[in-house]
């Protein structure tokens, strides 16, 4: 087996980061490491790659603890892609899969026949051979993604590692991403260990599906295996299901317009009207916002901070996490950076907005 890990730990200061992790691999598989911010799934990648001592277990590449390995063997067998690489915007793709190779060439010995032909199946495996010339600053965000691919490619190494490679692009270059993902798996026979937030993508392209909450293994299985259970639900506190959108399609999640919070789980209210709002809060990032549409949902609830004290607001809801409010009922909206709420007490009421402000 390519990679493995057993019982792994690791501590930042004295907080546990990942505890008990253990991970086994097979050659050509697709790994997808799924949980909420803060889970481990970085640390798990970055543990994995040999980049943090771990306090407890170890990693291993073909039987060989990743610790006692030199960089540069480690990077003939293994390529670790980080969230946002960075490189000069003039340097050009073919100048970037070179730096690949540096590996296997080191300081003193030129390019050969064979690190030429490693770089231009690297190039060509990620539809870039046309783009060699161009410079990092003209390409699209998938374009430049697959160019830091291809680098990692030219190491040839059998094993990929990737930690959100789909983060902050388009869904169109997402999509791009994640089928020379698929591509790379199912063609080269390269092992993929990949970080995402995307639960549905993850469980489109991967063959298993390893689920982290708070630095411990939830689940770790195929991707079949996670629908038939409730822990998406539980470990994201979203209100949804698995449903099959076609017979020969892996299962889709489909999310309603709502995120619990944790302390709504005991609330006794009428299930209308927890489905109408987004009740999610955020220190710090709650604002006004400019605009009311007509036709948005909203909701009144209670928000408290840590004396006990509590007043009323009214949120719009909002397609993703970020909770914006409005207007307050009993408070208006610039009251509650001085007010600092920590927790959401009930759900008052809930209505649809018929004309806006």
């Known amino acids: 087996?390519?990679?493995?890990?057993?019982?792994?730990?690791?501590?930042?200061?004295?907080?546990?980061?990942?505890?008990?992790?253990?991970?086994?691999?097979?050659?050509?598989?697709?790994?997808?490491?799924?949980?909420?911010?803060?889970?481990?799934?970085?640390?798990?990648?970055?543990a994995l790659a040999g980049l943090i001592r771990?306090?407890?277990?170890?990693?291993?590449?073909?039987?060989?603890?990743?610790?006692?390995?030199?960089?540069?063997?480690?990077?003939?067998?293994?390529?670790?892609?980080?969230?946002?690489?960075?490189?000069?915007?003039?340097m050009t793709v073919a100048q970037l899969v070179r730096q690949g190779r540096y590996p296997h060439v080191g300081l003193f010995r030129s390019y050969d026949s064979r690190d030429e032909e490693a770089i231009e199946w690297a190039l060509d495996s990620t539809g870039l051979s046309d783009l060699a010339d161009r410079s990092l600053r003209e390409l699209s965000g998938g374009e430049r993604q697959?160019?830091?691919?291809?680098?990692?490619?030219?190491?040839?190494?059998?094993?990929?590692?990737?930690?959100?490679?789909t983060s902050f692009l388009d869904i169109g270059y997402q999509v791009e991403v994640l089928d020379l993902v698929h591509r790379l798996s199912r063609e080269k026979g390269v092992t993929i260990?990949?970080?995402?937030?995307?639960?549905?993508?993850?469980?489109?392209?991967?063959?298993r599906?390893?689920?982290?909450?708070?630095?411990?293994?939830?689940?770790?299985?195929?991707p079949r295996e996670l629908a038939e259970r409730n822990l998406i639900q539980e470990i994201f506190r979203v209100r949804g299901r698995f449903v099959q959108v076609a017979p020969n399609n892996p299962p889709h999640f489909d999310v309603e317009l709502m995120r619990l919070h944790r302390q709504c789980l005991g609330l006794h209210k009428p299930e209308d009207d927890l489905r109408l709002g987004v009740i999610v809060q955020r220190i710090g990032e709650v604002r006004r916002p400019a605009v009311r549409d007509e036709g948005d949902e909203a909701v009144i609830f209670e928000l408290a901070r840590g004396d006990g004290e509590a007043r009323l607001f009214e949120g719009a809801a909002v397609i993703g996490d970020r909770p914006i409010l409005n207007d307050g009922v009993g408070a208006v909206g610039d009251e509650l950076a001085p007010f600092r709420p920590e927790r959401i007490v009930s759900v008052a009421a809930s209505y649809r907005i018929i004309e806006a402000a």
């Open 193 to 207: 260990v990949m970080a995402i937030h995307d639960i549905n993508q993850a469980i489109a392209v991967s063959d």
């Open 1 to 46: 087996m390519p990679l493995s890990c057993s019982d792994l730990s690791v501590m930042y200061n004295k907080r546990k980061a990942l505890s008990g992790f253990s991970l086994s691999l097979e050659k050509g598989e697709i790994r997808a490491l799924i949980g909420p911010n803060g889970s481990g799934k970085s640390t798990a990648l970055h």
């Open 209 to 222: 599906v390893s689920l982290l909450e708070k630095g411990q293994l939830r689940f770790d299985g195929a």
């Open 146 to 165: 697959r160019a830091w691919i291809s680098a990692a490619l030219a190491q040839e190494a059998e094993i990929l590692l990737l930690d959100e490679p």
């Open 54 to 90: 771990p306090a407890v277990g170890k990693a291993s590449l073909d039987g060989v603890a990743v610790a006692s390995m030199s960089r540069r063997m480690l990077a003939k067998k293994l390529a670790f892609l980080p969230q946002q690489p960075t490189a000069p915007d003039e």
